[in-house]
């Protein structure tokens, strides 16, 4: 029996809803609009794509977004120059500086810029310090999605062998410590892969729940998967193909196809991960207003 698909899609809209709910009665109640400011510096396709859906879904919920576009040769002072002077516009509640940057520029540098209470991406040192002893803060987007998702589809994390593939500060790292940690969407036991795992496979399907970001197109394939596992599969990859419009197709770290045969609930892509990191980014920037209006 092939697994059933856990829509990213669908759960993102109706979070949406609620979060536009909650801004139209943040705005009648207070009169404080969310606002976000987004940084991004060249033209990196994905980039730009996902930048535009962070818009579109902005005005969708009520929120204000204020776009920073500059060049790819910006230094290092200037991106964090515009970072300071978001940090001081008391019209911005959440900053987000769109990764990856020109190589130019120091990446941790002006995230460190950005003060903790506008951090909506859940990327600065305290921030992460505050997640990983358990306090109150902004949590990463693609990983507390991931968390959404397996809450709302009722898949119990306590007491599970969670495998996390890859070991990045933006998914590997995170979701681990949110699957571990002793909360709601929890207590799973953890193990991370990553390139020095000398046998992926003996690892993989060991998993309940198998979480891949990888970075690389099939990563992940039956056989590699425990029967009745659950599937989070966070990759996106641009495969060239002719036979496309655009002359390429997105797929994820996990060979859909053939994992779907074998797990009992699968992520695709798209439509799986992706949608709820925007909205999670929505969930932060509103928190944010909230919390800036004494609520």
Same mark, same amino acid.
């Not at 992460?128 to 803060?137: D, L, P, S």
């Not at 060991?206 to 979480?211: C, F, N, P, R, S």
């Not at 196809?257 to 009992?264: L, N, Q, Y």
């Given at each position: 029996?092939?697994?059933?698909?856990?829509?990213?899609?669908?759960?993102?809209?109706?979070?949406?809803?609620?979060?536009?709910?909650?801004?139209?009665?943040?705005?009648?109640?207070? /009169?404080?609009?969310?606002?976000?400011?987004?940084?991004?510096?060249?033209?990196?396709?994905?980039?730009?794509?996902?930048?535009?859906?962070? %818009?579109?879904? @902005?005005?969708?919920?009520?929120?204000?977004?204020?776009?920073?576009?500059?060049?790819?040769?910006?230094?290092? %002072?200037?991106?964090? %120059?515009?970072?300071?002077?978001?940090?001081?516009?008391?019209?911005?509640?959440?900053?987000?500086?769109?990764?990856?940057?020109?190589?130019?520029?120091? !990446? &941790?540098?002006?995230?460190?810029?950005?003060?903790?209470?506008?951090?909506?991406?859940?990327?600065?040192?305290?921030?992460?310090?505050?997640?990983?002893?358990?306090?109150?803060?902004?949590?990463? @987007?693609?990983?507390? /999605?991931?968390?959404?998702?397996?809450? *709302?589809?009722?898949?119990?994390? *306590?007491?599970?062998?969670?495998?996390?593939?890859? #070991? *990045?500060?933006?998914?590997?790292?995170?979701?681990?410590?949110?699957?571990?940690?002793?909360?709601?969407?929890?207590?799973?036991?953890?193990?991370? @892969?990553?390139?020095?795992?000398?046998?992926?496979?003996?690892?993989?399907?060991?998993?309940?729940?198998?979480?891949?970001?990888?970075?690389?197109?099939?990563?992940?394939?039956?056989?590699?998967?425990?029967?009745?596992?659950?599937?989070?599969?966070?990759?996106?990859?641009?495969?060239?193909?002719?036979?496309?419009?655009?002359?390429? #197709?997105?797929?994820?770290?996990?060979?859909?196809? &053939?994992? *779907? %045969?074998?797990?009992?609930?699968?992520?695709?892509?798209?439509?799986?991960?992706?949608?709820?990191?925007?909205?999670?980014?929505?969930?932060?920037?509103? !928190? &944010?207003?909230? #919390?800036?209006?004494?609520?």
């Amino acid at each position: 029996m092939r697994a059933t698909i856990l829509d990213g899609k669908k759960l993102a809209a109706d979070m949406r809803a609620d979060i536009a709910a909650q801004v139209a009665k943040l705005k009648a109640e207070t /009169g404080v609009t969310p606002g976000l400011g987004v940084i991004l510096i060249g033209e990196n396709p994905a980039s730009l794509s996902y930048v535009t859906a962070k %818009e579109k879904a @902005c005005a969708d919920a009520g929120m204000v977004s204020r776009d920073i576009r500059l060049p790819a040769t910006t230094t290092q %002072e200037e991106a964090i %120059e515009w970072v300071r002077r978001l940090n001081d516009d008391p019209a911005i509640h959440g900053i987000l500086v769109q990764l990856p940057l020109p190589k130019q520029i120091d !990446e &941790s540098a002006v995230i460190d810029a950005i003060i903790p209470e506008k951090d909506v991406d859940g990327f600065t040192p305290v921030n992460v310090g505050r997640m990983m002893i358990g306090k109150r803060c902004f949590l990463p @987007c693609t990983p507390h /999605g991931i968390i959404q998702m397996l809450l *709302s589809a009722g898949v119990e994390t *306590s007491g599970k062998h969670a495998v996390v593939v890859g #070991r *990045s500060n933006i998914v590997g790292k995170p979701v681990s410590h949110l699957l571990m940690r002793k909360a709601k969407g929890g207590n799973a036991t953890v193990t991370v @892969c990553h390139t020095g795992t000398a046998d992926l496979a003996a690892f993989t399907r060991q998993a309940d729940i198998l979480v891949v970001a990888a970075g690389h197109p099939g990563t992940v394939t039956g056989d590699m998967v425990k029967p009745g596992a659950v599937v989070i599969d966070v990759g996106v990859n641009r495969i060239p193909d002719a036979t496309r419009p655009k002359g390429f #197709r997105l797929a994820g770290d996990v060979d859909f196809d &053939s994992v *779907s %045969e074998v797990a009992s609930l699968i992520t695709p892509v798209p439509g799986g991960v992706g949608p709820m990191t925007i909205t999670m980014l929505l969930y932060n920037t509103l !928190e &944010s207003a909230a #919390r800036s209006a004494g609520r």
